[in-house]
């Protein structure tokens, strides 16, 4: 069984910056996913389990980065320049099965109980 812990979400100003953890023992890659109230579950980003390979949603790029420590058994989302348009529930997510970086929900096998991220204009 697959567990993933996230934490480190808040209430942060326009323009600040959050670093969201996700605890997540294994050799899969993982991806992070946010849900706002009324709308989809959307991709934000994903990292394979070397860290050698990363993706993102333009809605984030040059904003956000994804990384982890294996050493630490965590998955990191720095945050930065934050939107209130970024305000959502930010869940991580374990794909246990692609060869590829997936930005589908549906291929994720395993999912977090979530973090809010409440951004205040």
């Known amino acids: 069984q697959v567990q993933l812990v996230e934490s480190g979400g808040g209430l942060v100003q326009a323009g600040g910056s959050l670093r969201l953890s996700c605890a997540a023992s294994?050799?899969?890659?993982i991806g992070w996913f946010r849900q706002a109230p009324g709308k989809e579950r959307e991709f934000v980003a994903a990292i394979s389990w070397s860290g050698g390979s990363t993706s993102n949603a333009d809605s984030v790029k040059g904003r956000f980065t994804i990384s982890r420590d294996n050493a630490k058994n965590t998955v990191y989302l720095q945050m930065n320049s934050l939107k209130p348009e970024d305000t959502a529930v930010y869940y991580c997510a374990a794909d246990l099965r692609s060869s590829f970086l997936s930005m589908s929900r549906w291929t994720y096998d395993y999912w977090g109980q979530g973090t809010q991220v409440t951004v205040s204009s």
């Open positions: 294994g050799r899969y890659a």
